[in-house]
């Protein structure tokens, strides 16, 4: 869904920003998702789904 969002934006962007800016925003974008995940995604690996449902 998101995908096909951005394909439909993608030329509207390109015609108002730079190529750069785009790939600054979206690399920005993917900082932001890393981070997230690494602070607020638990490690699942090797717990049991008993140690799991506990944890929430």
């Known amino acids: 869904m ?3 969002i951005i394909t439909l ?3 509207y ?3 108002v920003y730079q190529p ?3 790939f ?3 690399t920005f974008m ?3 998702q890393l981070l997230f995940v690494a602070r607020l995604m ?3 690996k090797g717990k049991t789904l ?3 449902q506990s944890r929430i």
């Open 9 to 11: 934006v993608m030329p």
């Open 42 to 44: 638990p490690e699942t």
């Open 24 to 26: 600054m925003f979206f």
């Open 50 to 52: 008993e140690e799991m």
């Open 30 to 32: 993917m900082l932001l």
């Open 20 to 22: 750069n800016q785009i």
């Open 2 to 4: 998101l995908a096909a």
């Open 13 to 15: 962007c390109l015609s």
